[in-house]
């Protein structure tokens, strides 16, 4: 993912938005490219298979302090997420992005200072280090231990759009297909749930606002070419994500057009507000297929209310 300033414009619709682009800018190096490519395509061996041990998953199991995550400070889980990777033998590859409530909505929240409260979620974007392989992982958690309905909607079309990304990620296809496999699906769902009235235009870019695939490797988004076609020995993660900001809608001219688009949505934008979900897991591709390299992290809703409820996390 990469941060920057940019200008998008939505048919009739234009606003600025400090967002994440689908793709890396173009070299300006000769020499950085033809030393990126080798690397793009060779990264495999013993680091990978130790991210798929059991120690993962207790890195980002926050199962165990469920009933005490109410109250406590998002700086409280960024703390403990940092503690637990070096416990268990990584270094941490970025300060972990930890946000609840509104801050969950906000792409690449650093203040990590607000008190967790009940009904609100909490998204953990983390990154781990081992032997000079990294992974990128983010799950997204119920405080309480349960996901409110609404909470459900959007989960869950972040997690069928992400299961679109996983189909299409396979050798000879690129990041466009990646990326289109995800957005066809979260179009669908946003429109289904009332956040968009035109699924053939851009506007479920208001609430799903970056690119869903980077390269890893020797570093958390490592370089690489995202019009390459994919083979085995690389490496990258899948992270659709969705973040209902109301201010989103602020920043369309006001036109009859768009005037009408926010009374149609309305309802939508109230009933969701302030929910974000990004589900993000590392993979390696391999000769016979893709390899989830966070698959023991639980994701699907089941998995993170069963884990959430039980004072042990059934680890």
């Known amino acids: 993912m990469l941060l920057r300033s940019q200008r998008l414009s939505l048919r009739s619709w234009t606003f600025h938005d400090d967002e994440l682009v689908d793709e890396w800018p173009s070299y300006n190096d000769p020499i950085e490219p033809l030393w990126n490519l080798p690397r793009q395509a060779s990264l495999s061996g013993e680091p990978w298979s130790f ?96 996901f409110t309905q609404a909470q459900k909607d959007i989960y869950r079309v972040i997690l069928s759009a992400q299961e679109a990304g996983i189909k299409a990620a396979r050798a000879g296809n690129t990041q466009a297909d990646i990326t289109k496999a995800t957005a066809d699906v979260a179009k669908a769902g946003l429109f289904e749930l009332g956040l968009i009235t035109d699924k053939a235009s851009d506007q479920y870019r208001l609430w799903y606002t970056h690119g869903v695939m980077h390269w890893i490797g020797v570093d958390v988004h490592d370089a690489g070419d995202y019009a390459r076609k994919l083979e085995p020995g690389m490496a990258f993660v899948v992270e659709p994500g969705i973040y209902v900001r109301p201010q989103a809608l602020d920043t369309l001219p006001d036109t009859p057009e768009n005037r009408a688009f926010k009374a149609a949505v309305a309802p939508a934008v109230a009933r969701y507000k302030d929910i974000g979900v990004r589900i993000e897991d590392s993979f390696l591709l391999t000769e016979t297929g893709l390899k989830n390299l966070s698959a023991k992290v639980p994701k699907s809703i089941d998995d993170v209310e069963r884990v959430l409820g039980s004072p042990s996390g059934n680890r």
């Open 51 to 146: 991210f798929e041990g059991s120690a993962l998953r207790r890195t980002w199991a926050v199962e165990d302090r469920t009933g005490r995550l109410v109250g406590r400070t998002e700086a409280d889980v960024a703390r403990e997420v940092r503690e637990r990777l070096i416990a268990e033998g990584h270094d941490e590859a970025h300060f972990a992005i930890v946000g609840s409530g509104p801050n969950a909505t906000i792409l690449h929240y650093e203040a990590s200072r607000r008190q967790m409260k009940d009904g609100e979620l909490l998204l953990v974007d983390a990154a781990a280090n081992f032997q000079g392989y990294t992974i990128d992982i983010t799950r997204t958690y119920p405080v309480n231990g349960k």
